[in-house]
Structure formats: structure tokens, C-alpha cells
């Protein structure tokens, strides 16, 4: 199974590690560590050394009751960054992360080779002609809502047939759009429940119906850190153990803060799988 990056060939038949570089003030972990240049380069050498196939740079935090960031603020913090990191790392595989068509589209024209959107299309309408156009890999992610109301629309008749009816109908609109590589993210801590959460992770390779590549983004997130009781500073150990299971359920890409210790789960389940 490959994926097609502006002419660039990913096989994900075996497993790749996306990076996460958040421009943001407000994320839920690493909010504000990365604010200038310096750092910036820093920490995108640091994944890549540590094997990271692709890094995500995001604008617009989208945890739970974030607030809203306009369209304008949203491009000033990304676009730059897209092209820094391209200036110093040419062959770097940048996946944009946001849910609004101009800004996919300023940075693909910038460099980036890919779209992650937690909306599914949802929150624009121009998203899906945008990236058919564009003809870069679409995520699409599994959301009810919006960053701001996701955690109030937790209700499901069953949380992994409701999933995989939800992508079956994007994905559907998708090709219809002439996007030919999409992967799915069932969104771990949007619109779900703790217990849904664990319920979506147990059933994962149910997901598989969908013939489509999976993505799981679980760092050091609040599935974690409040059954553990613990935080998201102390929730590496679990996003390893959680990563590990995913990969043994389906996960064709880990969305990860830590990419040495992904690099190294994957490691071994290669291993175990050879």
C-alpha cells in the first residue's frame, strides 16, 4: 500500500512515524515550545534524525474547548514555518494540519505534500475539490463537531459501525473529488468518551473494512494520562503501550510527540511480524 507525495512514493506496508511540530500557543502539551526559529529547526532535525517520514505542522490547536483562531493568524503561523523548514530540509515530507482549503492549499504551493484534516471536509466545503485539485494524500479524521463542541456530541448508536459508516460516506465524496490516496484517522479524544476511546482502540482492525491506510494519533493525550492518573508530561510510557497495540490491530502511521520511542515500537513489531 503507497501513497503518492508530489511524485514521492511511500510504501506503508511497512509503518511510518509522523512527527508532531505544533506552532500554537495554547496545545495540550508541547503549546509554545516551539516560537522561533532556532528551536523550530532544532526539533524538526531532531525527528528526522530519529526517523520520522513525516512532519505535521499545525496551527490551530484542536483540543478540547480550544479556542478559535481566524483564518489569517492561522496562515501567518504556518506558511513561514513550511517554508523555513523546507529552506533548511529540502526533502523534508511536510503534512499541513488544518481543516480550512486556503491554507492547504497556500502550503502545498509552499512545499508541503500532504493535508491532514480533522474535519473530514466538514468545516469547509472547499476542502475536498481543493485537495483534488491539488492532487496531494488526504487524512481525513473522525470528528462530530468542532474543537469547541466535539466533546458535547459523544452520543453513538455503536462507535466503531457509526465510524466506519462516517468514512465510508467520505470517503465516497472523496474520490468523487478525484482525491486518489486518502487515510483515515478515527480520532482518538474527538467527540468520544474515555470508555469509547479504549472501545474504538480494542476494535480497531475493524477499520480495515474500509481498504483504506490508518492513522493513529494518541500522544500523550487525555485517554492516557487520566486513567493513568498521572498528565501528559508523564504520559509516554502509555502512548508506547497504546502506540504498540495500534500497530498490532492495523496502523500503517503513528502520529507521535516522541519519535525515537515510536520508531523503536515499530522496531519491534516488524520484528515480531518478519
Do not use: W
Not at 89 to 100: A, C, E, G, H, V
Amino acid at each position: 500500500m503507497t501513497i503518492n507525495c508530489k511524485g514521492i512514493l511511500i510504501d506503508l506496508s511497512s509503518p511510518k512515524v509522523m512527527g508532531i511540530l505544533n506552532v500554537t500557543p495554547d496545545s495540550f502539551y508541547d503549546g509554545g515550545s516551539y516560537n522561533n526559529e532556532t528551536d523550530i529547526l532544532k526539533q524538526v532535525e531532531s525527528m528526522k534524525t530519529e526517523g520520522a517520514t513525516f512532519i505535521d505542522i499545525g496551527g490551530y490547536s484542536s483540543r478540547p474547548g480550544a479556542n478559535d483562531v481566524s483564518e489569517d493568524e492561522e496562515l501567518k503561523r504556518v506558511l513561514p514555518m513550511v517554508q523555513l523548514v523546507l529552506k533548511h530540509f529540502p526533502d523534508t515530507l511536510i503534512s499541513i494540519d488544518t481543516f480550512r482549503s486556503k491554507i492547504a492549499k497556500s502550503c502545498i504551493e509552499a512545499g508541503a505534500v500532504l493535508v491532514n484534516d480533522i474535519s473530514a471536509g466538514q468545516l469547509d466545503s472547499d476542502m475536498m475539490p481543493t485537495i483534488g485539485a491539488l492532487n496531494v494524500p488526504y487524512i481525513m479524521m473522525h470528528m462530530k463537531g468542532t474543537p469547541q463542541t466535539m466533546q458535547q456530541n459523544t452520543a453513538y448508536k455503536d462507535v466503531i459501525h457509526d465510524i466506519n459508516y462516517y468514512f465510508s460516506e467520505h470517503l465516497k465524496k472523496a474520490r468523487s473529488y478525484g482525491i486518489k490516496d486518502v487515510i483515515v484517522d478515527p480520532g482518538f479524544g474527538f467527540s468520544k468518551t474515555l470508555e469509547q476511546n479504549y472501545e474504538l482502540m480494542n476494535k480497531l482492525e475493524l477499520l480495515k473494512l474500509l481498504d483504506a491506510p490508518i492513522l493513529i494519533g494518541v500522544s500523550r493525550k487525555s485517554m492516557i494520562y487520566k486513567l493513568l492518573e498521572t498528565d501528559a508530561q508523564n504520559a509516554l510510557n502509555g502512548t508506547t503501550s497504546l502506540n504498540t497495540i495500534g500497530l498490532s490491530k492495523g496502523a500503517s502511521i503513528l502520529r507521535v510527540h516522541d519519535v525515537k520511542e515510536a520508531m523503536e515500537c515499530i522496531s519491534i513489531y516488524n520484528s515480531m511480524r518478519n
